[in-house]
Structure formats: C-alpha cells, structure tokens
C-alpha cells in the first residue's frame, strides 16, 4: 500500500472542500460557494478527518477555527490542488486534445485592446475558449459561481470574494472628460459640478462604483439624470455638451470616436486609480493566468499605450502595467 493510500489524502475533492470551508469560515459559507449541501461538506470534511487520524477544525468555538493541523492542512492543500490543475492542464496541452471550454470574462475598456491578442494565443495553444465582454460586477458574479473560469475586472470587486486570486495587471487613473465646448475652469471639480451634470456609468458597473464613492468623500453631490453602459454614449452625451464624465483613459480608446468632441484632462483633487486584475478560483488557473498576464501587459505596451500618446502624453503619467 503507498504513503498516499495510507495517509488519506487520496481524494482531492475532499481537500478542495476542505479548503473552501477554511476560506469561508463555516461549513455552511463553505457549502454555498460548491453549491452543495451543509451535510455533505460536514460529512467530507468528517471523513479527511478520519482517514487522517486527526482533527482539522475546532468545534467547540464559535465562530469555527482550524486547529493546528487544520492550519498547516490547509496551506499545503492549496499548494497541492494549484500543482494538480496545472498538471492536468499541462498533461492536456502536450497531447494536443486541447481543454475543455475556457470561458474567460474580459472587462469592455480592456476587451478592446487584450481580446484579440488573447483570442489568437488560446487558439494557437489547441485549446477551445468562450471570450465574453461586459461588466465587472456581472463577470465577477459568474465567476463566483463558476459561470466563467477566469477573468479580468476591476480588482476592487475580486477582492471581496474570499478563494479567489487576484493577480494585479494594470492600474490607470480617473480622468475628466468635458464638453470642447466647455469655457469654465478644469481644475475645480466642485464648479464643475455646479453647472453641468454629470453623465454617469450604469450603476451595475464597477466603474460607477467607484466614481460614486470617490465623489462622495470630496463630498460632490452632481445632477444625474443620465446613465449609460456604453463608454460612446456616454461620450456622445458629454460632446453634446448635457454634461461631463469621470473615466479612464482605456475608456477614451473604447470612446475615441468621441473624442473631438470632448476635452481629456486630469481629475482635479487627489489621484484616483482603477485597478484591473485577473481573478481565478485559488488553486486552479495559475500558469495560464500568468501567461494570460504578459500577453496583456504585451497588447497594452505595444498599442494602447501609444495610442493614448498620440492622445495626450498626460494620461500616461499614472498608468501601471504589472512586471
């Protein structure tokens, strides 16, 4: 009999179980993020229990804590369920027979600018993949319940989500876009406020989330009557001059039909940055994540930073890309 049989970790899924009640804190918080039962985590996580010869969570207290064992457990089980899934997808690749499905939710500002790269280097590796554009806040909800297996949204969400990594790819700052027609000051945002309305981003984007709050520490409470998905309508309603945006410069390039229409110009007040990252279930996803990572960083270096050059050399003065 080997050490494995005889060690009882056997059985991988009862160590991914294991690892997510950790994360979640509880059995039941554990159970929802599976979509499984409270009875039969507890019964899996009985069973490693048993087959390891000792106690992994401390029962008596409230809320639950790993023991010692539970702790050490713990690290090297995600450790080892990382290593299992890029074995599995290494194993995959070398034979050629490709993976199944990759379903990967890219943001729309970045979608423009990665998505082709990123569609024709998945094609090249033999492997089949679903890229969906949208929103933050809807790709990091299905990837929470694993509708997508990877995607690349505003970290400010990913980070909310306890299990998921979160691997940094770019950071770009909060710009102000004005109407050309625009004769005011651009550098005192609470004028601004007074006589325009702001033209906002729908409330179900990360984006808009963070420019509400942002807002409301510098305690900015513009007229908002107008809200949109799209970066172009919000531009074009800027450009007709209904009122001014807070966005991004991989927006402006989303928008860039607009853009003579409208005035670019820093934010006044402190700096703001978005953060976008590539977030994955941990333990699953890290080499392809990483390789996901340089061909972004890779597209954004050879077009989008150009690009938004030939726009105006002041939006690069805030913008990270990850090493």
Same mark, same amino acid.
């Given at each position: 009999?080997? =050490?494995?049989?005889?060690?009882? $970790?056997?059985?991988?899924?009862?160590?991914?179980?294991?690892?997510?009640?950790?994360?979640?804190?509880?059995?039941?918080?554990?159970?929802?993020?599976?979509?499984?039962?409270?009875?039969?985590?507890?019964?899996?996580?009985? =069973?490693?229990?048993?087959?390891?010869?000792?106690?992994?969570?401390?029962?008596?207290?409230?809320?639950?804590?790993?023991? #010692?064992?539970?702790?050490?457990?713990? =690290?090297?089980?995600?450790?080892?369920? /990382?290593?299992?899934?890029?074995? %599995?997808?290494?194993?995959?690749?070398?034979?050629?027979?490709?993976?199944?499905?990759?379903?990967?939710? $890219?943001?729309?500002?970045?979608?423009?600018?990665?998505?082709?790269?990123?569609?024709?280097?998945?094609?090249?590796?033999?492997?089949?993949?679903?890229? *969906?554009?949208? =929103?933050?806040?809807?790709?990091?909800? %299905? &990837?929470?319940?694993?509708?997508?297996?990877?995607?690349?949204?505003?970290?400010?969400?990913? !980070?909310?989500?306890?299990?998921?990594?979160?691997?940094?790819?770019?950071?770009?700052?909060?710009?102000?876009?004005?109407?050309?027609? +625009? *004769?005011?000051?651009?550098? @005192?945002?609470?004028?601004?406020?007074?006589?325009?309305?702001?033209?906002?981003?729908?409330?179900?984007? /990360?984006?808009?989330?963070?420019?509400?709050?942002?807002?409301?520490? &510098? #305690? !900015?409470?513009?007229?908002?009557?107008?809200?949109?998905?799209?970066?172009?309508?919000?531009?074009?309603?800027?450009?007709?001059?209904?009122?001014? %945006?807070?966005?991004?410069?991989?927006?402006?390039?989303?928008?860039?039909?607009?853009?003579?229409?409208?005035?670019?110009?820093?934010?006044?007040?402190?700096?703001?940055? #978005?953060?976008?990252?590539?977030?994955? *279930?941990?333990?699953?996803?890290?080499? $392809?994540?990483?390789?996901?990572?340089?061909?972004?960083?890779?597209?954004?270096?050879?077009?989008? $930073?150009?690009?938004?050059? #030939?726009?105006?050399?002041?939006?690069?003065? @805030?913008? +990270?890309?990850?090493?």
């Amino acid at each position: 009999m080997s =050490q494995s049989i005889r060690s009882g $970790l056997t059985d991988l899924r009862a160590l991914e179980i294991f690892a997510t009640v950790a994360e979640a804190g509880s059995m039941t918080g554990g159970a929802r993020r599976l979509g499984l039962s409270q009875s039969g985590v507890s019964q899996s996580v009985r =069973q490693l229990e048993e087959a390891l010869g000792v106690e992994l969570i401390d029962r008596s207290v409230r809320p639950m804590a790993l023991t #010692r064992a539970g702790q050490d457990l713990h =690290q090297r089980a995600r450790r080892l369920l /990382a290593e299992a899934g890029n074995v %599995a997808q290494a194993a995959r690749r070398a034979a050629h027979v490709g993976e199944p499905q990759l379903r990967i939710g $890219l943001v729309d500002s970045l979608a423009v600018s990665v998505g082709p790269d990123l569609a024709r280097r998945l094609r090249a590796g033999g492997g089949r993949c679903l890229l *969906h554009s949208g =929103q933050s806040l809807s790709h990091v909800e %299905a &990837l929470r319940r694993r509708a997508l297996d990877l995607v690349i949204s505003s970290d400010t969400m990913l !980070i909310e989500h306890a299990g998921l990594t979160v691997q940094p790819l770019l950071a770009e700052p909060l710009v102000l876009a004005l109407p050309a027609s +625009w *004769h005011g000051a651009h550098d @005192d945002l609470n004028a601004i406020a007074a006589e325009l309305e702001l033209v906002a981003y729908s409330e179900d984007t /990360a984006l808009a989330s963070q420019i509400s709050l942002h807002l409301s520490r &510098l #305690r !900015i409470s513009p007229r908002c009557s107008l809200a949109f998905d799209s970066t172009d309508v919000v531009f074009r309603m800027v450009g007709e001059g209904l009122g001014f %945006a807070v966005t991004t410069p991989l927006c402006l390039l989303q928008g860039r039909q607009q853009l003579e229409r409208i005035c670019v110009v820093p934010l006044p007040g402190p700096a703001v940055r #978005r953060h976008l990252s590539i977030g994955y *279930h941990t333990g699953e996803y890290d080499e $392809l994540a990483a390789e996901i990572a340089d061909i972004g960083v890779e597209a954004l270096r050879r077009d989008t $930073l150009p690009a938004l050059r #030939r726009i105006d050399t002041a939006l690069l003065k @805030d913008i +990270w890309l990850a090493d």
